[in-house]
């Protein structure tokens, strides 16, 4: 396709590149609506909102969403009787960029968990929470996700966290803890060892 001369203008019908020589760049229009350049950097594809190739480079948001999400485990957990102390998971997750948490989720991987009933479990159960430092100073103490368990998890079923306040900053450390809420009983126990695994998009 010819190149259009400088000067040419961009109306609602105009295809085709565009000579820009004030930009040093030939633009790519369509139904007058630029699509995307060339110059000195690379190649550069957009909505007009939204930039999906940057220089050569593709762009987040020019992923589809199943391409866009990646998986980490956050951290493992021995299992812990009803009675048993809280703890912070040993393990964690480093933010590679600025991301939001899709979804996260405990999984069994030994055994079931042992209950005795609705009248202990809902008395005393375990809480997981996901926390971060939005602020990225390593403070750890911003709960992102939690996850109330209060009934038992056969082995390798998933139980689905609640998301909270997502977002983690660049170099935003992820760390999975669990306590023990209401009475601590002997009853059983309320957790077997576990994986806590995550979901994110970078944004």
Same mark, same amino acid.
């Given at each position: 396709?010819?190149?259009? /001369? ?11 590149? %565009? &000579?820009?020589? =004030? ?7 369509y139904e007058?609506?630029?699509?995307? %350049?060339? &110059?000195?950097?690379?190649?550069? @594809?957009? =909505? $007009?909102?939204?930039?999906y190739i ?18 980490? #485990? ?5 299992? #812990? ?6 703890? @912070?998971? $040993?393990?964690?997750?480093?933010? /590679?960029?600025?991301?939001?948490? @899709? ?5 069994? %991987?030994?055994?079931? &968990? ?25 403070? $750890?103490? =911003? ?30 450390? #992820?760390?999975?803890? %669990? ?7 002997? =009853? ?6 576990? &994986? ?6 970078? @944004?």
């Open positions: 396709m010819a190149t259009n /001369p400088a000067g040419t203008g961009t109306g609602k019908k105009l295809k085709g590149w %565009h &000579d820009d020589p =004030d930009n040093s760049r030939l633009e790519y229009f007058g609506v630029k699509v995307g %350049h060339l &110059d000195a950097s690379g190649f550069t @594809v957009t =909505d $007009g909102t939204t930039t940057n220089n050569n480079l593709v762009q987040n948001a020019g992923l589809a969403a199943t391409l866009k999400t990646q998986v980490a #485990v956050v951290g493992t957990s021995a299992a #812990v009787a009803s009675n048993g102390a809280g703890a @912070v998971l $040993g393990g964690a997750f480093i933010a /590679p960029a600025a991301l939001k948490i @899709v979804s996260a989720w405990r999984t069994n %991987h030994a055994l079931s &968990d042992v209950t005795k009933g609705t009248a202990t479990t809902s008395a005393s159960y375990r809480r997981f929470t996901l926390m971060t430092d939005t602020a990225a100073t390593g403070s $750890g103490t =911003d709960i992102i996700a939690s996850l109330n368990a209060t009934a038992s998890a056969a082995l390798h079923v998933q139980r689905a966290f609640t998301t909270i306040a997502s977002t983690v900053l660049a170099g935003g450390m #992820v760390l999975a803890s %669990h306590l023990t809420v209401g009475a601590a009983t002997a =009853d059983g126990t309320d957790m077997d060892a576990c &994986d806590i695994t995550i979901a994110y998009e970078l @944004v």
